[in-house]
Every structure is written in C-alpha cells, then in structure tokens.
DNA sequence: AGGTAGATGTTCT
DNA sequence: GAACATCTACCTG
C-alpha cells in the first residue's frame, strides 16, 4: 500500500460508480496506539435526497450535515444506541450521496483490532459496518475528517483495486426501503463479506405498565 | 445451521 | 414515541 491517498476526485462522481471502485482499498486510523487498516471487501451505495433509503433523503440535519459537504470527507453516524458506522462522501458537493463501508479484512495493526474486539475471530474483525468500525476505533468524533488529506489521522489508500470481474452487486443490507436498488458491492468469494440480512422491523418492547 | 431476544441512545416526527 | 444502514449471546436442532 502506499501512503498517498487517492485524490478527491476519486470521489466526485456518481456514487454507484465510486462504491465498486473502493472494493480492495485501504482504509488507515492512525491512533496514540498506532494504526490500524482495512482492505474494503464490501460498500453499499446511498445516492442522496433521491435515495429513500439514504440518511440525506428527508433534507438536511445536525447528524447529516457532513453528506451535504464535499466528497471525500467521512460521515460517522451513531446507531442501535450503540453502534457506529462510517461512510465516504461522494460528489458534487451537495449532492449528499455516500458511500456505507461495510465489511474488510484488516492488514495492518491486527494486534491493536484484536484488542479493540477481544471476543471476536480473525475473520470477523471488521465482518460488518460496526465491527469495521470498532476494530479501526472510528467514532462520533471523527465525523467529518477529511481522507484525502495527507495529513488527516483517518486516510483512504489506493491499495489495489478489486478485479472488476470479481465484484457482485445485490440489494442493500437491512434497509426498510428501495429494496430493489442493488447497490450493494462486494468481492465474490472473499470471507470477510458480511452476511446478507433483510430489514426486520424491530419488535416494540412491551410497554412499561403503570 | 439458524432463529430470536436483548442491549443501548440518538434522531426525527 | 418509534424507528434505527447492528451485534452478541443464547437457545434449538
């Protein structure tokens, strides 16, 4: 892998032709601890306001607003009152589409994965968008870091590009809408892809009698 | 192998 | 108040 990281026009294109051309790069966090990365096995593709299933579809939020800005930057958002996931801008700027990271096997810094997941196997350190996440330490706070920076403590490498021929695309995991939409990505055969779930709705808790 | 339940809290209606 | 781009643990076969 090299250190530059891939330029910001990498970005600045249809977000369903930026999310295959992620398949095999890196993703590095360098930390007090040191760094870790991750070969990206597996994205999906949320394209905006037009995207019912997107963050950005119902306008502009406090949480969103990252996505209205340019590509190139992340998007980490909080979910399940536990959970972070974290996403690649994708241009023009305004445009408010993104790129979800969802599963990867990790090349650099396992030690620090490992410590960061202690229960879990080599295979499944970064097995899916919060365990990629956990394992890379990637929190609320680096919402809006730029990877195309040099300088930036969370960057996107170039790696080598996944083989087009070895890339499958299918509906996107656990979403409620445009299940039609196949805008998941990932590299056929790898073992670090997550696997497939439908959007269940969640069972209401019974409500607390009084 | 596969299903389900429970955890936790932020965001938006 | 409900939904939520999830994960783990704990069942059952």
């Known amino acids: 892998m090299t250190a530059t990281p891939l330029p910001r026009d990498f970005f600045d294109r249809p977000v369903d032709e930026v999310a295959p051309a992620l398949l095999g790069r890196v993703l590095v966090h360098a930390t007090p ?6 070969r990206l096995t597996e994205v999906e593709a949320y394209a905006g ?11 502009r939020t406090p949480r969103n607003d990252v996505m209205w800005g340019p590509p190139g930057h992340a998007y980490v958002y909080f979910t399940y009152g536990m959970h972070f ?16 990271l969802r599963a990867g096997e990790i090349v650099a810094g396992q030690d620090l994965a490992q410590a960061r997941r202690p229960r879990s196997s080599v295979r499944d350190l970064a097995r899916g968008p919060a365990r990629l996440c956990q394992a890379l330490a990637i929190v609320r706070e680096h ?9 930036s403590t969370l ?12 890339v499958r695309t299918g509906p996107r995991t656990g979403v409620s ?12 055969g790898d073992p670090s892809v997550s696997p497939y779930r ?3 709705p969640r069972k209401r808790r019974p409500a607390g009698r009084a």
């Open 143 to 151: 919402n809006g870091l730029d990877v195309c920076d040099p300088a």
């Open 49 to 59: 306001p037009l995207d019912p299933a997107s963050h950005s579809y119902r306008g």
């Open 33 to 38: 601890e040191g760094e870790a990365a991750v």
């Open 177 to 188: 809408s445009a299940k039609d939409t196949p805008w998941r990505f990932w590299i056929d």
């Open 85 to 100: 996931c974290v996403n690649l801008v994708c241009g023009p700027d305004g445009m408010s589409s993104a790129v979800l």
């Open 198 to 200: 439908e959007h269940v």
């Open 155 to 166: 960057r996107i490498l170039d790696g080598v590009p996944a083989d087009p021929a070895t």
